[in-house]
T-cell receptor
Framework: QKEVEQDPGPLSVPEGAIVSLNCTYS??????FMWYRQYSRKGPELLMY????GNKEDGRFTAQVDKSSKYISLFIRDSQPSDSATYLCAMAPSTSGSRLTFGEGTQLTVNP | ETGVTQSPTHLIKTRGQQVTLRCSSQ?????VSWYQQALGQGPQFIFQ???????GRGNFPPRFSGLQFPNYSSELNVNALELDDSALYLC?????????????FGPGTRLLVL
């Protein structure tokens, strides 16, 4: 069983939709949670990070962590065609000096 | 832009050959990590270097090795290439701000092994 499970999609939504991306994990040692966005043929770009249960908001993006359920989510409001990319969740046991364990990524397309 | 650069952008090798991939980190980033990303998969941790010493390794054989230099550059070397080594190789550099350390990725080197 993989330590981090992520639905690979593909996910296709109309412009303006609310997008929900999710990951589950099995390793209770994970305390630091990140979302990366990866455009085709580019490196991953850090979108958000958090290390506590609850919600964290940044513009149109909201990251949600539920440690009791080992479940994290990324919500994108008012989605735009420029949001079309692969979204990767990543986790680590601590905020410092740790290897990141990634999900396999969800491919998102936002249609104009 | 993350300030992390990698070279070359693309590379084609044949099975059994050796390859060296390079990464240049942001100034002041004393930790560099290397990841392998197969097509359609998330990145897999290869190893990490901190102040020029290996500081953790993932589930990769010894034919994957690395070096980190004082000028914030690093190398990933792969010997005896296999077809399954075809992937995007990413380096990520990081530095601490208080208790937090965030990894910033370069654009990657796409390796094809024939």
């Amino acid at each position: 069983q993989k330590e981090v499970e992520q639905d690979p999609g593909p996910l296709s939504v109309p412009e303006g939709a609310i997008v929900s991306l999710n990951c589950t994990y099995s390793n209770s040692a994970f305390q630091y949670f990140m979302w990366y966005r990866q455009y085709s043929r580019k490196g991953p770009e850090l979108l958000m990070y958090t290390y506590s249960s609850g919600n964290k908001e940044d513009g149109r993006f909201t990251a949600q962590v539920d440690k009791s359920s080992k479940y994290i989510s990324l919500f994108i409001r008012d989605s735009q065609p420029s949001d079309s990319a692969t979204y990767l969740c990543a986790m680590a046991p601590s905020t410092s000096g740790s290897r990141l364990t990634f999900g396999e990524g969800t491919q998102l397309t936002v249609n104009p | 832009e993350t300030g992390v650069t990698q070279s070359p952008t693309h590379l084609i090798k044949t099975r059994g050959q050796q390859v060296t991939l390079r990464c240049s980190s942001q100034s002041g980033h004393n930790t560099v990590s290397w990841y392998q990303q197969a097509l359609g998969q998330g990145p897999q941790f290869i190893f990490q270097y901190y102040r020029e010493e290996e500081n953790g390794r993932g589930n990769f054989p010894p034919r994957f090795s690395g070096l980190q230099f004082p000028n914030y550059s690093s190398e990933l070397n792969v010997n005896a290439l296999e077809l399954d080594d075809s992937a995007l190789y990413l380096c990520a550099s990081s530095s601490k701000r208080g208790a937090e350390e965030t990894q910033y990725f370069g654009p990657g080197t796409r390796l094809l092994v024939l």
